[in-house]
């Protein structure tokens, strides 16, 4: 009994060495099989050892709690124990129950049903009782339950399958034959037993490394909103700056209607305010002025908080104008230069021209004893900041003044975030010997932060930190159960595989064989390529070999297989597959991957080499003609070239990179190679955005994306038929819905397929643009800026255009200013070759960004389609409608027409037509539309009838 209870505890105690924090079950539990044969080879009164042996073993997990008097821990390491002895004692009698034991186990039936009844089924015991105790120790919350269950129930069931059967071998329990042959069964027992393990530590720290990722994406993104907020509350000062600079005289009413928008959409800002910069010579004047809307007294706050008369100074800071006025009416005139604090934030924005904050203040307009502080930014008598510091205090005119609530400042910064479990601090470090604690969020004094990240934060002359912190909460709702399930059951299907290895070795080795080659053409098929792959992989590290994946792509294949048929396509797969063995050395790998697709391993081959051959490949494929029943085809191949390296350790990033290559050897114009060297190649991406990509370039390939159409109107013919039509692209869905394509256009310019979707676009269009809109009228399509920097895009459009006998004058393209500059000279000069065909271009989107009114003179385009944001706001808002007045008169002056969008009310119309804007778009016009006109004989636009409601 003691060696049972020893080797159970010792065993036990390794095994929890792999339990993934936070919580106290591991995936691998051999204690459980030493269990089990035990009572299998003893009976059931050896449970006594298994309880004290699962004691011992949870007693030196539990030291803390144990030594701390905690009952309820002691209590739950009793239960624990009692459930891994009830555990064995059931698993043996039910293996006796069925007949399974004792027997020889010798064929996959009677190993089956033992590895089932002792492993899944009985380990649901434990894995029971074991959570439940945890649970009612408080040791874990109810959001681990199901983890810590399905961790215990799997590393119990590996632990039956792995290491009972090698103990009752060893034990000569199960007689001569397998005594004999127990090295045999260990060996690939033991390494699957190792491989497991190994594979679990793999899993289990890339996920604490995705959590922890996926935190400090989070710090960042908190560090971002706040940022966010902080630049909007310096850009709310930055226009009141332009406001007094634009003005020769502001009053208190100007002021009220143009500070109203920015109090409304900002709670953080307890008040706005003008504070002009007053001399003591010119104070007499303001206090005595004639007009009382423009007469002072000036004032300042006592140590005790009350207003009195401002003492005499040099030069004053008063408030003249605030909103809102009816809470601040006692602070016109206020002197705020009478605080430390504030006088120096007023001398740092005086001096060096840029806003400047206060350090943490009691705020006198906040009626909470939330802290506060006040940020300056200056004002001179010139529109430019004046370049030295005597100019700038000689120039000063006053200061435009935000008062901020920060714990206000920090709830609406991350009120769009999700931060669960997640606390945070926020300090002021200006003042290195006397840091300040600003404000807290989400913090639980009871909660162990098991994650933290601290973030810097500049902004108006201060140096602030945010602390954050996640607890073991966080962590667990991070957790990704999908990946853990996916994992244990391959650690049992692994336990399964070193148990059954003697039975099994014989029609695995055949099966192995059939399974290596594909059968149509006879070449390595996926399976033994990806084995090949890693082989080679495995040389990179060990001897440091050279060796290059090639992915490659048929060009064409599919007008082979619709036009001539699948025989023909299967006759013309065999036919490459020789030309490509052809051009390949013995010692290297051909392998077809999947339809036209196929995989070519060069081993101990430079790069330039690869690419030599690769090179002729391709010439020898162009060269090829096919020819079936009379009709000759020309196909082409596209390359993906990837060199290994020691660095590399996973083949799906290997064959994604060459994938990747292999589309971007496509998007270049086909038949040819592009090479992806170790130096520069692109970063690894998740998981999920490579299995989006690829069904991105499937729908392309396969023409499942959806065209839809919306007019655009003269405003002042609304009842006549309108003057354009936008194509919008959209995604096909389960029943019967599609969605609008914005994270699919983000993921496809990530991974540089953009291009593929705008020519898709254009030269359907293009092709079917009488079946697009039968009335005549234009079609707007929109481009990426990877089009407007495609020096064969131009080429494209030119070509298109050679088989469609649309006018280029009925071709709008609408591109975006973002777009557009990123690299404006290419730009340009895309945009001037494609004017000279006869299209025009619309600039999308216009008056979303701050540089709109200076790029505007630099692009060549007809059009100017107002940001549907702003016509939104044309009827309930002043200054968007002034705005939106000045967008039309600027492009008045430049002759451009103006086209309002997301129209949606007809409440929009009259203000817009009161602007001058002359056309419009929206829900209220028209809504988008499918092209259900289309024909699908040639493949161009293919969509089933889904029912027309999508947004733009």
Known sequence: MAVVAISYCLAGHLSLLLAVPPGYATAIWPSAGIAL????????????????????????????????????????????????????????????RFGVWPHSLQNGKTVTRFLLIGGPVACTVNASIGATSLLMAGLIDSGEFGFNWLNWWVGDAIGVTVITPLALIWSGAMGSFWRRRAATVTVPSSIALAAAIALFLIASNREQSRIQSEFRDTAYNIESAIKTELNIIIATLGGIQSFFASSQSVDADEFRIFSRRALTENPELLALSFNRHVPHAQRAAY??????????????????????????????????????????????????????????????????????????????????????????????????????????????VGYAVGVILIKELLETAIAGLRLDHVSLELYDNTDIDNTQLLTTWGIDGNALSLLSSDRSLTFAGREWRVSIGANAEYVALHRAPGLIMILTIGLVLCGLLG???????????????????????????????????????????SQHAQHVFAYCDLDRFKIVNDTAGHQAGDDLLKTVAGLLRARLRDRDTIARLGGDEFGLLLEHCPIEKARDIAEKICQDIFNFHFTWNDHTFRIGISIGVVALTATDDDITDIMTRADTACYMAKDRGRNRV????????????????????????????????????????????????????????????????????????????????????????????????????????????????????????????????????????????????????????????????????????????????????????KLPVSWVKIDGHLIQEVASDPATRAMIQAIQHVADSMGIATIAEWVSDDALLAPLQDIGVGYVQGFAIGRPEPCENLNNDSGEITHPNIAAGVGT
């Open 287 to 396: 206090e005595q002025n004639a007009d009382t809307s423009l007469r002072l007294r000036f004032t300042e706050r006592n140590a005790s908080g009350q207003l009195i008369r401002a003492q005499h100074r040099d030069h004053y800071t008063v408030v003249q104008f605030i909103e809102p006025f009816a809470s601040n009416r006692t602070a016109l005139g206020l002197d705020v230069g009478f605080d430390p604090a504030r006088k120096d934030a007023i001398q740092r924005a005086r001096n060096t021209g840029h806003p400047a904050a206060t350090s943490m203040l009691q705020l006198v307009q906040s009626d909470t004893t939330e802290p506060g502080l006040l940020i300056f930014a200056p004002i001179y008598t010139t529109a430019e900041i004046p370049q030295t510091i005597v100019k700038r205090q000689n120039n000063i």
């Open 674 to 857: 592009h090479v992806v060297r170790p130096e520069n190649a692109p970063p690894r991406n998740r998981k999920s955005d490579l299995q989006r990509v690829t069904e991105l370039q499937a729908r392309i390939k396969n023409n499942e994306l959806l065209i839809y159409q919306q007019p655009i109107h003269a405003l002042d013919q609304l009842q006549q038929k309108p003057i354009a039509h936008e194509l919008l692209l959209r995604i096909p869905g389960t029943d019967s819905q599609v969605s609008p394509p914005a994270g699919m256009i983000s993921l496809a310019e990530k991974h540089g397929i953009i291009t593929k979707i705008d020519r898709w676009v254009l030269r359907s269009c293009l092709r079917k643009h009488e079946q697009l809109c039968t009335d005549g009228s234009r079609i707007n399509i929109n481009l990426s800026a990877a089009s407007l920097n495609d020096a064969s895009f131009v080429d494209f459009i030119h070509k298109e255009f050679e088989h469609s006998n649309m006018a280029p004058d009925r071709l709008c393209f609408e591109i975006t200013e973002s777009a557009a500059i990123q690299n404006l000279d290419s730009t340009l000069r895309t945009m001037e070759q494609i004017k000279r065909l006869g299209c025009e271009f619309a600039l999308d989107d216009f008056g979303a960004g701050v540089a709109s009114f200076r790029n505007l003179d």
């Open 499 to 541: 148990a059954f290895n003697l039975i099994l070795t014989g029609n695995e080795r055949r099966e192995a064989l059939r399974a290596s080659r594909d059968v149509l053409t006879g070449l390595a098929n996926r399976s033994e390529f990806e084995r090949r792959l890693r082989n080679a992989l495995i040389s990179c590290k």
């Open 37 to 96: 044969a035990a009572t299998l080879l003893y009976g059931s009164r050896i449970w006594p050892a298994i309880w004290v042996g699962s004691l011992a073993v949870n007693l030196w997990t539990s030291f803390d709690g144990v030594a701390a008097g905690d009952l309820a821990v002691i209590a739950a390491v009793a239960l624990i124990a009692a459930g891994a002895s009830l555990q064995a004692v059931i698993a043996a009698w039910l293996l006796r």
